[in-house]
């Protein structure tokens, strides 16, 4: 079979888009765990399943349907796969000529990131240092609940790069603070604009020893791939701060899933890294979008303290809102981009220190041992 990725459109019925393409509306059903067959929405991606032998096609592929704000770029970097390989496939002469609704052929070995959920289930890929117990607290849910599911799993044969299904709890939460009972704290950077001042940011964070958390959104990851690259090569965590910065509760619930499938993509195409850290933009969100996030195997983290660093409001002042509240577990909001943040880092740091307190990324943060 070819799956064919396809974005609903307003007026779209799964009994038409199943006529239009060859296929049944209970194999699309099937193939997206869709719950009720009239409840679709335009913005969802969904999978179609089409025999081989009706399109002309080569065996195995994928077809994509362009949608607004695509380039070949994008979608190379979305299925990691090479331009070139799609230029040849597709028999395009101009890459500027691609536009919304067109169907593209991409190759057999392209990683398609729009693979449907199933309701109530993530499917984690274990992480370094992750046990049982660790996992199980940042999705709400037991050590026992997570060795039910996985009834052959061995609690101590438990290694990176395992996937292990995980049942979710009825609502996800989001989290505000880490561990109390370690005096850790950490430092996050929410990156969607501009490219001022990185490296030397990294470069304070490299002296001090310290390992933080940034999360990106997927425009930035296109304009900047180096500097995602760096963040990450540096030991940094890497997280979601979903693909254009949106106000989340204003948009519908597929639109939701497709800002986080597609930054997950980007993520890990073009940095190497996994992420399962996710952060609301504007920090909005509702009990639906939490729910989403956690199907989808995203924790969402908020913060303890936020510096308003993009207000400008001066390096003194960033630095005296994050002495004044700190506490133990504290996870602290600032920007990469903000120039008053580079200032202010430094002092921030030593002044943290002096204080007994010690720096992790946001997973050792909320780490309950």
């Known amino acids: 079979m070819i799956q064919i990725v396809y974005t609903v459109q307003p007026g779209d019925t799964l009994y038409n888009i199943a006529r239009l393409y060859g296929s049944t509306i209970q194999e699309i059903v099937n193939t997206n765990n869709i719950a009720d067959p009239n409840l679709i929405y335009p913005g969802s991606v969904i999978l179609i399943p089409v025999k081989e032998e009706d399109l002309e096609t080569p065996p195995g592929s994928i077809i994509y349907t362009v949608q607004p704000g695509d380039t070949l770029y994008i979608i190379s970097l979305l299925f990691k796969v090479s331009i070139q390989d799609i230029l040849s496939l597709n028999n395009i002469t101009n890459p500027s000529l691609i536009h919304p609704g067109m169907k593209i052929i991409l190759p057999r070995d392209a990683i398609n990131p729009f693979v449907p959920v199933e ?4 499917h984690y890929t274990v992480l370094p240092g992750d046990t049982i117990y660790k996992i199980a607290s940042r999705f709400g849910t037991t050590a026992q609940s997570i060795l039910n599911v996985n009834p052959e799993l061995e609690p101590r044969q438990l290694k990176p790069g395992m996937t292990i299904t995980i049942a979710l709890p009825e609502n996800a939460v989001a989290i505000y603070i880490g561990n109390p009972s370690k005096k850790m704290v950490a430092l996050t950077f929410d990156a969607t604009y501009g490219d001022n001042q990185t490296y030397e940011l990294l470069e304070i964070l490299r002296n001090n020893d310290i390992k933080a958390t940034f999360f990106l959104s997927g425009i930035w990851l296109i304009n900047y791939p180096d500097l995602a690259r760096a963040i990450a090569a540096e ?10 910065h949106p106000h989340m509760p204003l948009i519908p619930l597929p639109e939701v899933r497709n800002q986080i499938v597609r930054t997950d993509a980007l993520i890990n195409n073009v940095t190497g890294s996994g992420s399962y850290l996710f952060r609301p933009p504007y920090g909005e969100y509702n009990q639906a979008i939490l729910n989403e996030l956690a199907a989808l195997g995203y924790v969402t983290i908020m913060w303890t303290i936020d510096t308003l660093d993009w207000k400008n409001p001066g390096p003194d002042t ?52």
């Open 119 to 122: 309701p109530g289930i993530v």
């Open 318 to 369: 960033i630095i005296n809102r994050v002495v004044e509240n700190i506490e133990p577990g504290a996870i602290i909001l600032m920007h990469q981009s903000a120039p008053d943040t580079l200032a202010a880092l430094q002092t921030m740091i030593t002044n943290l220190r002096e204080q007994g307190y010690d720096f992790g990324t946001v997973t050792q943060v909320i780490d309950p041992l």
């Open 235 to 244: 030991g940094h965590e890497i997280a979601n701060h979903s693909y254009t």
